[in-house]
Every structure is written in C-alpha cells, then in structure tokens.
C-alpha cells in the first residue's frame, strides 16, 4: 500500500505515513462516511463555530466582551464568522 500524498510505501498496521504524516484512509468514501465527517466535524461540542453561535444567541454581550478582553481561543474569529453569516 502506497501514501498516497508522498508515495511512499506504508505498512498495514500503521494509521500514519512514517514520511509525511498523513493520516492512512483504508475505506472507501461513501456517503455514510460523508455524514459520519460531517457529523464529526461540525456537530460535535467542541465546534469554535458551533460555541460561537450559542453564545451570541443566548448572551452576546459576554461574548463580544470577553471576546473584546482577549479571550479569543473559545470563539471563531469575528471576520470569519461575518463571512460565514453573510455567505448564508
């Protein structure tokens, strides 16, 4: 089995190339899988978007005040979080 971002070759009980890194993919992508990304990605309780949303929706004063006092790890940035609303 090769890497398929460096090439080189991998060995079958690795989940990572031991050249570049990339984590190795055994399974075909199927529409099960694009969900199951999908529901990993942007569902789960750690989401800085999903967080971000809440918090504006429930009490936005604290989180445009703690975002303006430097807490800004917790949330998405403001610009990136503009572009996303205005593009929906």
Do not use: W
Request: hydrophobic share 35%.
């Amino acid at each position: 089995m090769e890497c398929k971002n460096c090439s080189s070759q991998l060995q079958e009980n690795h989940d990572y190339c031991n050249s570049c890194g990339a984590k190795v993919i055994r399974n075909r992508l199927t529409l099960k899988n694009l969900f199951q990304h999908f529901g990993e990605e942007f569902l789960n309780y750690d989401n800085k978007f999903l967080q971000t949303f809440i918090g504006l929706f429930r009490k936005p004063e604290d989180v445009i005040g703690s975002y303006i006092n430097g807490t800004r790890k917790k949330y998405v940035n403001a610009v990136g979080y503009f572009a996303v609303a205005v593009t929906v």
